[in-house]
């Protein structure tokens, strides 16, 4: 859209016609719906819409500019991986209106629990975003927590595009040094792929060792580099040293370049280093695959 709010298409690369472009309507009713064919990639706010031919068919919804539009754009933690115990918790409100804003509240809630409301008054302009201190959450070691936030009442209006209003983000500390129970009974971890999941998105802080309890996990796992590791905080998966038969990981798959359980997307120097993983893996049923990810 250009800055009378018309409807303009944006032309393929080296192209300086829009002939591929038709059957365009828009209502401008409570947010504009535009339809057409392309055969390029097309960006409307967080849709994304690929075409891959002439004859593609497009549907989009372009929202009309609000007068009071406030929006969470995220919400901003410390880099992982960080210590479990109290952590700042912040957000970044941007205003998506026509509107000066003046005020607006903030509500947040950890893992569905209301926190107190957060009262801003500073000004923001539109166009404009600002980062609001929350406050400070207590994260609970190897456990991951809900914080959801939702901007209310800008100027004490209310938002006339609730759409944007709110962010939902799921984290956990990294985990601290030691050895983690996966599968069995009352496990810290249910499963072997929850456990690599884990470590992949959210780090250690130190050497870590999963102890696979007896039992047939049907996982497929992928890990990249791991948030905190290094040659001196190995991450090792051994066999629990009370399991009577040594746990198996499987998965079926229909193709077969995806005929692995798990798959291992580091640097080589650290898939034998830093990743000292499997290092009992005759002990346990699972095809490991590696893919050398040096650039150089």
């Known amino acids: 859209m250009d800055s009378l709010a018309k409807v303009k298409w944006v032309q393929r690369a080296g192209s300086t016609s829009d002939e591929y472009v038709h059957s365009i309507a828009n209502n401008f009713d409570k947010g504009g719906f535009v339809t057409g064919a392309t055969g390029y990639q097309a960006s409307f706010s967080k849709t994304v819409l690929k075409g891959r031919g002439g004859f ?51 509500d947040w809630r950890i893992n569905g629990t209301a926190m107190p409301v957060k009262n801003v008054y500073t000004m923001i302009m539109p166009g404009q975003s600002l980062t609001v201190v929350l406050g400070n959450v207590s994260f609970p070691a190897a456990t991951l927590t809900n914080i959801q936030v939702t901007s209310i009442l800008p100027n004490g209006q209310g938002d006339e595009n609730p759409a944007n209003d709110f962010e939902i983000l799921r984290t956990g500390p990294g985990l601290l040094k030691g050895t983690y129970t996966v599968g069995g009974a009352s496990p810290q971890f249910n499963t072997l792929a929850i456990a690599c999941s884990y470590i992949n998105n959210w780090g250690i802080l130190d050497s870590v060792t999963f102890s696979v309890r007896s039992g047939s996990y049907v996982d497929q796992i992928s890990m990249g580099e791991i948030p905190g ?54 002990c346990m049923e699972m095809y490991l695959y590696l893919i050398n990810t040096t650039k150089e």
């Open 229 to 282: 590791a290094s040659p001196s905080k190995p991450i090792v998966i051994i066999k629990d040293s009370k399991a009577i038969t040594p746990p198996s990981v499987s998965f079926e798959s229909l193709y077969p370049e995806n005929n692995y359980v798990m798959m291992l997307m580091v640097l080589m120097v650290y898939a034998l280093i830093q990743l000292i993983l499997l290092l009992l893996v005759q």
């Open 56 to 106: 593609d068919v497009m549907a989009a919804q372009i929202l009309n500019i609000r007068g009071y539009d406030a929006g969470i754009t995220s919400v901003i933690m410390p880099t992982v991986p960080y210590n479990p115990g109290f952590q700042s918790v912040k957000a970044v409100v941007k205003n998506y209106g026509k509107f000066r804003i003046d005020s607006i509240k903030i």
